[in-house]
């Protein structure tokens, strides 16, 4: 070998060292910037204080610690704006990103300042962990853990009795809690439960309500908090709630099961799955195998269902 | 050397030009519905029913009157059987038919009639049916064959797209490279009824079963193309529940699957229930590709 041949030696071994040190300096980094996002006071210093600065408040903040090969570690932050903005803060190891959603809805009873994100303190769990921490009046509490998913939800007939009504609707934003555009209210933060199927209890609930001949209110309903607003005049007949109250007393059995869209209820009656052609034919244009039901009560007290299922099989001769 | 190499080549390709040509000439055979009718090897003492092509295949249904026995031949050109083996595929279903055929039975010499078509259909009241119009728009819709008021106990029907159906099969998981057993789910057809090419559930447009309790004998009435064909057995003692027919069920049947789904379906089954307090319609179908469907929609006021 000769002396070029040691220098070109030389320099690949230097530049495979360099390389080592880059990908060891780079991984550190990681591991430093992930452990910091386990304490609160630095994700709110480094990611959200200059929304505080802009009179943000904290609505809710979904931490999330998952290992699908290395420890994955983010933040959803929820915030309101009370000149009606809704904004969602997504915060992982790579940076932050955010959304805007303009809403009808005053958000400021269960909204918190900004900065007592702080209080949640360092998170020592190790493992999985999916919590959500909602925000009410002077505390937060965990809505959501790894163990119970979201265990509370509100019964359709508590916002049914005794009220007239234009629409009431329960919503969901695929199988998670997020923000979603909905019609007439604008942003919505919507919680979404990991296990609650059940088309009359749910965690999010939409309300709509005759207000004045120029306005109706509008209403998103929790489990134990609600928040209103006032859109213009919707153009929807209003119907007295009591009235479904005791049809779906009457017809319990046949509410009760298959929510995958949702439960919707106006003037002509109550639809578990309103849309469940359009989600089946969806599913089965893109080659799935989609099953899915619908129940129509009709405020006259007729019920209708429909339902049809796809599965994998060939026949044999019996 | 080099000789006896030519020799092999010169052979090898006569040899494959002879199969091929086997190959072919079985193909063009199926071009007479006579040749298609003795290859089947359908015995003198039975009597055509039914006969249906489509593409690379016959198939001739059966009847035979001393023992009411109902048969399906199918005969099929597969370009590798045919190829290699030299013959075509044959297959025979049977089934102990649900009524009477024999005023369906046909003059096998209506066979000569036939005039080359990709698809053809041979019905004793219809004569040949070709191309396109094989469709089901020739069979009795609901409405038809029953009316609103009529009491009844229950009430069928089945579908076929392709296919002469006579017999109950099985639903079985797909087939696997890994599992050397399989799980089967359930049945569908409807044993001993011949259920002709070509449907419409949106027009209701199938072969219909109507069962009607009298006295302690159970009618069953089968509607075909401008035929109906009765039998009548001893009705046991639960079927003592019956409904009184009002036509919200014709409705339902159009709106029962999503248009999306229909044209992939190969054969289907339909319950029907229609009374004065509730209507449904419910059902099995199936589809290409190992894919088989349930259906279920009901309009009522009583809640069950």
């Not at chain 1, 610690?65 to 309101?80: A, D, F, G, M, R």
């Amino acid at each position: 070998m000769g002396v070029e041949g040691e220098s070109v030696l030389k320099a690949l071994i230097v530049l495979g060292l360099i390389i080592v040190a880059m990908g060891y300096l780079s991984h550190s980094g990681t591991s430093s910037s992930g452990s910091s996002l386990l304490n609160s006071t630095y994700v709110y210093e480094n990611y959200l204080e200059p929304y505080d600065e802009e009179g943000y408040r904290l609505l809710a903040a979904h931490l999330r610690i998952w290992h699908p090969s290395e420890t994955v570690i983010e933040w959803k932050v929820y915030l309101y704006h009370p000149n009606g903005t809704l904004v969602f803060v997504h915060i992982t190891e790579d940076g932050a990103s955010s959304r805007k959603y303009s809403t009808s809805l005053d958000y400021s009873s269960i909204s918190m300042p900004l900065s007592a994100l702080k209080n949640l303190g360092v998170v020592e769990e190790k493992g999985y962990v999916n919590r959500l921490y909602f925000l009410n009046e002077t505390e937060y509490r965990i809505m959501e853990d790894e163990y119970k998913g979201i265990a509370r939800c509100r019964n359709i007939t508590s916002l049914l009795s005794g009220r007239s009504l234009k629409l009431l609707r329960g919503v969901k934003v695929g199988g998670e809690t997020g923000l979603m555009d909905i019609r007439p209210a604008g942003g919505v933060f919507v919680i979404t439960g990991s296990y609650s199927y059940r088309p009359l209890c749910r965690e999010t609930w939409l309300v709509v309500e005759p207000y004045n001949e120029t306005h109706d209110r509008v209403g998103v309903i929790y489990p134990d908090a609600a928040v209103w607003g006032l859109v213009p005049f919707q153009n929807l007949p209003v119907f007295n709630g009591s009235d479904y109250v005791r049809l779906m007393r009457r017809f319990s059995e046949k509410l009760s099961w298959g929510d995958v869209e949702g439960t919707l209820i106006n003037a002509t009656g109550i639809y578990v799955n309103p849309h469940a052609k359009e989600i089946f034919e969806r599913g089965y244009r893109r080659g799935s195998l989609p099953g899915i039901s619908g129940v129509v009560v009709f405020r006259n007290g007729t019920v209708k269902t429909w339902g049809v299922w796809i599965n994998r099989g060939r026949v044999l001769d019996s | 050397m080099t000789g006896l190499r030519k020799v092999l080549k010169t052979l090898l390709l006569i040899v494959l030009l002879v199969l091929g040509m086997r190959a072919a000439y079985l193909k063009y055979e199926l071009r007479s519905a006579v040749v298609a009718y003795e290859r089947a090897g359908v015995p003198e003492n039975e009597t055509l029913v039914a006969a249906y092509h489509h593409g690379n295949t016959w198939q001739f249904s059966t009847y035979i009157d001393g023992n009411g026995i109902l048969r399906v031949y199918t005969v099929e050109w597969k370009p590798l059987p045919a190829f290699i083996l030299g013959r075509l595929g044959r297959k025979v279903e049977r089934a102990e038919a649900l009524v009477n055929y024999s005023p369906l039975a046909m003059n096998v010499s209506l066979l000569r009639n036939y005039r080359p078509h990709r698809t053809a259909f041979l019905f004793k009241t219809l004569g040949w049916v070709y191309g396109d119009r094989v469709n089901g728009s020739y069979l009795p819709a609901l409405s038809d064959v029953i009316k609103p008021g009529e009491v009844y106990y229950s009430i069928e029907g089945t579908g076929s797209k392709d296919r002469i159906w006579i017999k109950t099969k099985t639903i079985c998981d797909p087939p696997s490279i890994f599992a050397h057993d399989y799980v089967c789910r359930g049945f569908i057809g409807y044993e001993g009824l011949l259920t002709i090419p070509g449907y419409s559930l949106e027009s209701g447009q199938m072969v219909w079963v109507v069962k009607k309790l009298q006295g302690d004998r159970l009618n069953i009435t089968v509607f075909y193309p401008g035929i109906s064909l009765s039998t009548a057995i001893k009705a046991k003692r639960c079927m003592n529940e019956t409904m009184t027919f009002t036509g919200k069920s014709v409705q339902l049947l159009r709106e029962a699957i999503p248009k999306v789904v229909l044209p992939d379906i190969t054969y289907i089954q339909v319950w029907v229930s229609d009374d004065s307090g509730n209507a449904s319609v419910e059902g099995i179908f199936l589809l290409p590709n190992y894919r088989y469907g349930t259906f279920e929609e009901s309009l009522g006021s009583d809640g069950s």
